[in-house]
């Protein structure tokens, strides 16, 4: 069977860039035992270009307050490393460290609930918070093609289509430091993500019945959910 050359770290067993035991005065590990099918064997040259990215001071810097944020995750005990913050402080530590003020986020309708406890939770952390939840517009599904047997509470029901482009285009032109996707459905977020014009993280997605924790399916794939990782013939 012809070798698949193309990346596959989701295949790796040696992991070897992340050079683990390793010193910083040794410098990075050497390549011999790398899969053929590692990046860095493969795109050598790809590497150059991505740090030149990081040379432009404004990039370096915002990638030098991720990776303090990181840091700060853990708390270094006798006993080791334990991590100590849940990803609304990540999200509220790191706004900080930027310096933004103003965040939008960007919901879905049927996290309404999570998107007022977010709110109130970043409003009193002394944030603004411009939202923008999904079915704005009152857009009816039918505009863009969907049949009256797709719609979820039936046929003669109206139903307002989610409406990403236009969360995405309040949110920019809200000027806006940092935009937050919370619970969007998927193909709507990717909608989202290709419109957003300004920074943007995700502190959920949707998962309607995992309690938005997809990868809880992962977790009970020798279970509940062996189907999953059944080989399709
Ligand atoms: S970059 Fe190379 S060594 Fe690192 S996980 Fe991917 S395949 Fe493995």
Redesign the pocket.
Known sequence: MAEKRY???A????????NRGGQASDGPPT?EK??V?????LMPDIYGLALAEYDKPPVKEFARLASVQEFQCYERLPDGLRTKLPRIEELIQFARKCGYHRLGLAHCGGLAYEAGLLTEVLENNGFEVVSVQCKTGAVPKERIGVSAEEKIAGPEAWETMCNPIVQAMIINRSKVDMAIMLGLCIGHDTLFIKYCKVPLTVLAVKDRVLGHNPLAALYAGETYYKRLRKKIE
Request: net charge positive; aromatic share 6%.
């Open positions: 990346p596959r770290c295949h790796c067993t040696t992991r070897l860039c992340e390549l790398a899969p099918f590692c990046p860095m064997k």
